[in-house]
């Protein structure tokens, strides 16, 4: 019988003062990713690094990074870059917890917030900045060089949720990102998903970058099933134009009327209506989509995590990265397209081991979707049992107007003119920016020779 030596943060190279604080966090022990990239990135590579959500990749990532930093603490030494708000939000939190003990100067640059103000702060060389590539790439285009300049000698870059920054959305503002970070042979190019994509498996083959070791790769469960197995999974059949009424019967069951719950829908019109609709009905409720100001995002996500509110009701943007521990269920009220989504959606419930469960509500017009997602995820759903038809029945009245009369306000309000203009805006702005990619040389010879993917 053999007795192998148990993996410690110690004994991955991480320092005492930063076991310390992941003591103080309750962080004990390190996560299979966590074992599998933390030396790998101190002794200098590249690294993917794939495990499914709420397997602690911000920390595998955090770690080796603020223990190469406290050696040299000088200058911007790292950027992570993430698709969402609420993500970096978390993630620069994490950072600011971790860095504590040794005065870690980190900002948060997203949309949202005042561009001045992040500008300065950028100015003054932060030892970490987690941004989102949009924003990031609005400052860098809207001010000079002396406001970025640190950047240039940037010793990590982090792509967070890879699979999503690699998509042809986010190309452009990358490509502007990554033309004033240094190049690959000069940093450390770090990469984590939950979803590993053959595009990011296919960097592995790459020729190593002259002087640097081969490019790590470590998979954690990210093949098949990557739902966490803690996690039960149920359907509830329901008829389209009753869903409401489902989901407050859902709710206030005696099984679930003090389980904190994420609620996922598809639009935000769809989530704006759910939200005041169960407020009127006296659930403590709050919400979560991209037509709320930035404050407004903060303010309901922390209300949220201090359990003010025990229902969340959200777009997708809830649905990656966001590590919530007292989260017990979540209901997709609209079933997502993409069996991807449906996995990050579901991933919120269930982290590190705690059980959890899902309801996924199934109409008429779901069913090939729900044998996609059984297919994504190698495992059929149960029915959900603990429901009861004739209670419903009983509120669908009381349910009925709280909908008509948030309905009329909505109307009322003309919700969803926001999104026009900022889409509208956003357009303007595209516009602008190929203008002036047409007539600058600088740009024209990015385009030719910089491409986001052969700059990882």
Request: net charge neutral.
């Amino acid at each position: 019988m053999t007795n192998e030596r148990k993996e410690t943060f110690g004994s991955l190279g991480i320092s005492p003062w930063l076991v310390e604080t992941l003591q103080a966090v309750a962080i004990q022990e390190p996560t299979p990713i966590q074992k599998g990239v933390i030396k790998k990135v101190l002794e200098g590579a590249d690294c993917i690094g794939g495990a499914k959500t709420g397997s602690g990749k911000t920390i595998a990532f955090a770690l080796p990074i603020l223990e190469k930093w406290a050696r040299d603490p000088f200058g911007t030494f790292a950027v992570i870059l993430t698709p969402t708000r609420e993500l970096a939000i978390q993630i620069d939190e994490q950072f600011a917890a971790l860095g504590a003990p040794m005065n870690l100067k980190h900002i948060l640059v997203v949309g949202g917030m005042d561009m001045v103000a992040q500008a300065i702060a950028l100015s003054k060389r932060p030892h970490i900045v987690v941004a989102t590539p949009g924003r990031l790439a609005d400052l860098i285009r809207s001010n000079g060089e002396e406001t970025y300049a640190s950047l240039h000698r940037t010793q990590f870059v982090v792509f967070d949720e890879a699979d999503r920054l690699l998509s042809p959305t986010f190309a452009d503002d990358l490509d502007d990102c990554l033309e004033v970070l240094p190049p690959p042979e000069k940093r450390q190019t770090l990469l984590f998903t939950a979803t590993m994509t053959d595009a990011i498996r296919a960097l592995k083959d790459r020729e190593p970058h002259p002087g640097k070791p081969p490019l790590w790769l470590y998979e954690v469960d990210t093949e098949g099933v990557s739902i966490p197995e803690s996690l039960e999974q149920h359907y509830l059949l329901v008829a389209s134009h009753v869903r409401d009424a489902y989901l407050v019967q859902l709710l206030s069951s005696p099984e679930n009327e003090d389980k904190s719950v994420i609620v996922f829908a598809n639009r935000t019109y769809t989530v704006e209506l759910l939200y005041r609709m169960l407020r009127l009905l006296d659930f403590r409720v709050t919400c979560l989509h991209s037509e709320m100001a930035q404050r407004e995002r903060v303010n309901s996500l922390g209300r949220f995590r201090a359990e003010a509110a025990r229902v969340l009701i959200a777009t997708d943007v809830a649905s990656r990265g966001l590590d919530i521990p007292s989260v017990k269920m979540v209901v997709n009220y609209d079933i997502p397209r993409d069996p991807d989504d449906y996995v990050h959606r579901v991933g919120r419930a269930a982290r590190v081991g705690r059980f959890g469960e899902s309801v996924s509500f199934v109409t008429e017009h779901d069913v090939d979707l729900i044998h996609a997602i059984e297919d994504r995820v190698g495992k059929q759903m149960t029915a959900y049992e603990s429901f009861s038809e004739n209670k419903m029945l009983e509120k669908l009245k009381q349910i009925n107007e709280a909908k008509r009369k948030v309905s009329l306000e909505l109307v009322d309000e003309d919700f969803g003119s926001r999104r026009k203009k900022l889409k509208e805006k956003r357009m303007m702005m595209a516009s602008k920016v190929q203008t002036t990619r047409k007539h600058s040389a600088r740009h024209s010879k990015k385009k030719a020779s910089v491409k986001t993917k052969k700059s990882l």
